[in-house]
Nanobody, 115 residues
Framework: QVQMVESGGGMVQAGGSLRLSCAVS????????MGWYRQAPGKQRELVAT???????NYADSVKARFTISRDNDTHTVWLQMNDLKPEDTAIYYC?????????WGQGTQVTVSS
C-alpha cells in the first residue's frame, strides 16, 4: 500500500503564499507522475499541476504564473509553491501519484484564502 503524507496547508490572506509538500513513504516505481488536485465545496475535484519523472510540469490555466510544482525523484517528494493566492484558491488540496495509469491520493490538506 502506497503511503503519502501531505503538509503545509493553512489559512492566508489574499496575496499571500503557502507551500504544500507531499512525501511518498513507500518504495515505488521510479517512473511516475506526481501532482496536486483540489476540490472546493460543491465542486468537482480539479487538476492544479502535475509533473512527471524527467518531464515538464503541467498547470491549470487558473494557477499559471502563480503556482510552481517541483519534485525530488530520490525521495519521491513533490511540492507546490503557491504565490499571490486568491479567495478562489480556497479548497482541499490532494496530492496525487500516478503509476502506469493507477492513482493514489493523499489525505488532503485545507487551504483557505481570505479576502
Amino acid at each position: 500500500q502506497v503511503q503519502m503524507v501531505e503538509s503545509g496547508g493553512g489559512m492566508v490572506q489574499a496575496g499571500g503564499s503557502l507551500r504544500l509538500s507531499c512525501a511518498v513513504s513507500t518504495r515505488i516505481l521510479p517512473t511516475n507522475t506526481m501532482g496536486w488536485y483540489r476540490q472546493a465545496p460543491g465542486k468537482q475535484r480539479e487538476l492544479v499541476a502535475t509533473i512527471p519523472t524527467g518531464g515538464s510540469a503541467n498547470y491549470a490555466d487558473s494557477v499559471k504564473a502563480r503556482f510552481t510544482i517541483s519534485r525530488d525523484n530520490d525521495t519521491h517528494t513533490v511540492w507546490l509553491q503557491m504565490n499571490d493566492l486568491k479567495p478562489e484558491d480556497t479548497a482541499i488540496y490532494y496530492c496525487n501519484l500516478n503509476i502506469l495509469g493507477r492513482d493514489w491520493w493523499g489525505q488532503g490538506t485545507q487551504v483557505t484564502v481570505s479576502s
